[in-house]
């Protein structure tokens, strides 16, 4: 009984080892028997009909893959057709594989840019219209007028009395030659009337001093304004030179505007000013740039710009911050594209071309001011050319791959600004 149930594990075992070899020899049978399918870098494209190189991620240009598919990051890879035979620094794309990046484009226009420049400005005193009062002799301040600063003063209105031993003796001296009638006696006169005039005595100072040895004189102001310093007190003796006091007009002031040094270069002698300051709402002050100061701040890299504003009611003081545009360009239609067009590099600026039927070209640019999320193109485009403005960075990549871009660098580093019209591009949609 033992001995037929061992036979027939043996039988069963034996059948199934020849049912896997006879599985196996079929399968290469059929394997053999089967015609291999072609390389894939002999493909060819159903739309296209073009010989397919490779395909590859768009996000990872740089990994090459025989077949189609997803790639590691789970994107679809699109194919790299070979060459064929068109300009070196055009790039290809199937048109297919355009729309399903979204690919977009904006036309090249001339149009004119915002020009105006909004920065803080801080209002000064003109110091053009600064005086200083001082002693001219030793003196003692018998009365002072004014008694603290920033006090405003008309043009000759009495500032301080001054008792001056030399100024009265030379006084008294002129006063005794009045009525002098022989030439040498006038001649006399009129040296003494210069000696006055070097003691820093006026023709109104001396009318209005009085006689006696105590005569105190009056200093008057020169013009009206504030005075902004006050260096003496009544009763304090002065000596020859000494400062009593700083009267400053306030006719104008100065706007001291402070630019980055990005837009310092495109502000000039006479440049269009508005002025408008928080304590004055509603009023608008109009000037010009006087000139630009050397000087550059170390702190916050800015450059001052002088502006001179007319103060005929004094409501301008300074101290006062402000809200300063300039205009410093006219108003002329330039090259411009969007923003997003472009692709900075750190060495250069570049855009990407579409020129119709898939058919993309780097071009190297110059650019100039932006403004309103457009910038000026000051070399290598002429208006009219479509430029790419979402997925140039993916054509970027694919220019990249097929030295498109080397190329470029080995252009002149100024491109000649282009005069041809684009071909008309594939029905892609343009940026409103």
């Known amino acids: ?53 490779y395909w590859y991620d768009t996000m990872v240009p740089q990994q090459h ?42 036309l090249v226009e001339r149009r004119v840019l915002a020009s105006a420049i909004r920065v803080p400005g801080t209002i000064t005193w003109d110091l053009r219209q600064a005086s200083t009062i001082s002693a001219r002799v030793d003196a003692v301040i018998s009365k002072l007028d004014v008694r603290a600063p920033y006090t405003v003063v008309a043009a000759g209105a009495p500032l301080a009395q001054l008792l001056a031993p030399q100024w009265n003796s030379a006084l008294a001296e002129y006063r005794a ?24 005595l ?9 006689h006696g040895a105590d005569a105190a004189i009056t200093l008057h102001a020169p013009q009206a304004g504030v005075v902004t310093t006050l260096d003496v007190r009544e009763g304090q003796r002065v000596t020859a030179g000494q400062t009593l006091m700083t009267l400053n ?18 502000v000039r002698s006479g440049t269009p000013v508005g002025v408008t300051v928080d304590a004055l709402p509603g009023r608008s002050f ?17 450059q001052r710009a002088r502006i001179v504003l007319d103060n ?18 006219p108003d002329v239609a330039v090259p411009v594209v969007p923003d997003d067009a472009l692709i900075a590099t750190g060495t250069h600026t570049r855009v990407i071309l579409a020129e119709g039927d898939g058919h993309f070209r780097a071009v190297s640019v110059r650019i100039g001011r932006a403004a309103g999320g457009y910038t000026e193109i000051l070399d290598g485009l002429a208006g009219g050319e479509k430029v790419v403005v979402s997925g140039q960075f993916l054509i970027d990549s694919e ?24 071909m008309p591009g594939m029905p892609m949609g343009d940026r409103p």
């Open 177 to 200: 030659l009045e009525q002098a009638r022989s030439a040498d006696a006038r001649e006399l006169r009129s040296a003494a009337r210069q000696r006055l005039q070097v003691l820093g």
């Open 65 to 106: 893959f025989d077949k189609p598919g997803l790639s590691p990051m789970g994107m679809q890879m699109v194919p790299k057709y070979a060459d064929d035979g068109g300009p070196k620094d055009v790039i290809q794309i199937d048109p297919t594989t355009v729309q399903n990046l979204g690919v977009r484009t904006a």
């Open 399 to 422: 220019a990249s791959l097929s030295g498109a871009l080397e190329r470029l660098n080995d252009a002149p580093t100024k491109p000649a600004p282009a005069t041809s019209v684009p």
């Open 312 to 329: 005929p009611d004094g409501a301008l003081s300074p101290g006062m911050f402000a809200t300063v545009q300039l205009n410093p360009t």
């Open 249 to 266: 007009g306030l006719s104008t002031v100065w706007v001291e505007a402070a630019l980055p040094q990005a837009v310092a270069g495109t």
């Open 202 to 210: 006026t023709a109104a100072d001396i009318q209005s001093s009085r």
């Open 286 to 302: 109009h000037g010009t740039v006087e000139t630009l100061l050397s000087d550059v701040d170390a702190v916050t890299r800015t």
């Open 1 to 53: 009984m033992n001995r037929t149930i061992t036979n027939r594990v043996v039988a069963a075992v034996a059948a199934l080892i020849l049912l896997v070899v006879a599985g196996g020899i079929g399968y290469l049978i059929a394997r053999q028997s089967t015609p291999t399918a072609p390389s894939s870098t002999a493909a060819t494209s159903p739309s296209s009909g073009k010989k397919v190189l």
